[in-house]
């Protein structure tokens, strides 16, 4: 039996785009280099996991820290109006069920990456991309882009869009 907000307009729209916008800053980064299991690519994938962790937990209080405070994306949204979404949500949603690929990853200069990243969202657990055949997930593409400042890598920019599940075996 499907809960009536999986089924409200945007309820996994806006599970997406908080999850991803709010998930840059878990943990201390440091490190560079392509490769390296301490550079770039794997830090910021590791933060992505957490972030998914962490929003499937319905801590706010971790997600807040995720998202640059000079963050602003194309629908003029701020680090302030993202984490007062996320709030409301958290609020109005009892579980929150998450599965994310990154497709890109790119070091566009020290301090500064950008990544592709996949979300689909469903009603229950998601194990692995093939059980999404089975489910009415709703599947995301974000492209964002990183900047790291005292250690930590963050959001800074963000765009979105909607595609389908077949995504996520194109890569």
């Known amino acids: 039996m499907r809960r009536w907000w999986v ?7 806006h599970l ?10 878990f943990g201390l980064l440091t490190g560079c280099g392509d490769g ?21 937990q319905r801590d706010i209080g971790t997600l807040r820290d995720f998202v640059a405070d000079a963050y602003l994306d194309a629908r003029g949204y ?23 690929q990154v ?3 790119a070091l566009i200069e020290p301090g500064r990456a950008s990544t592709s990243v996949l979300v689909a969202m469903a009603g229950r ?5 093939e059980q999404l055949w089975n489910l009415r997930a709703d599947v995301y593409r974000f492209e964002l882009l990183w900047s790291r400042a ?6 800074t920019r963000s765009t979105w869009r909607r595609v389908s599940v077949d995504d996520f075996f194109s890569n």
């Open 36 to 56: 390296d299991p301490q550079g770039p690519e794997a830090q910021i994938k590791s933060i992505i996991a957490q972030a998914e962790q962490a929003a499937q």
């Open 103 to 105: 497709t890109d990853f």
């Open 150 to 155: 005292a250690g930590n890598w963050q959001v």
């Open 125 to 129: 657990r998601v194990e692995s991309a």
């Open 7 to 13: 089924t409200q307009p945007g309820f996994r729209r």
């Open 78 to 100: 701020s680090k302030r109006a993202i984490v007062r979404l996320t709030q409301g949500y958290l609020l109005r949603h009892r579980s929150v069920h998450l599965y994310t």
């Open 16 to 25: 997406a785009i908080l999850t991803v916008l709010l998930s840059p800053v």
